[in-house]
């Protein structure tokens, strides 16, 4: 039940940070893998891209808390 899955694909570094803090408080384990070259903001297709991967044991909770976090809790009705 180790399997890695991936949570979410972003641009964001900022969104990356926030995220892996969120998460991490949790006491989900996350992997976040880049293609970015760091030294240079390129963002061209899939170079900027930056995918989150979660244990699949905690992919429904780490679904839930960023849903939380950018305000669409269902239970809230949103």
Same mark, same amino acid.
């Given at each position: 039940m180790n399997e890695w899955v991936?949570?979410?694909v972003t641009y964001d570094d900022t969104e990356v940070?926030?995220?892996?803090n969120i998460l991490e408080?949790?006491?989900?384990?996350?992997?976040?893998? $880049?293609?970015k070259v760091r030294p240079y903001p390129v963002s061209i297709g899939r !170079?900027?891209?930056v995918k989150i991967l979660v244990k699949k044991k905690d992919l429904n909770r780490a679904k839930e808390l960023l849903n939380? !976090?950018?305000g669409t809790d269902e239970q809230?009705? $949103?």
């Open positions: 991936e949570l979410l940070e926030i995220i892996r408080a949790e006491g989900i384990e996350l992997v976040v893998n $880049s293609l !170079m900027g891209e939380i !976090m950018k809230k009705g $949103s």
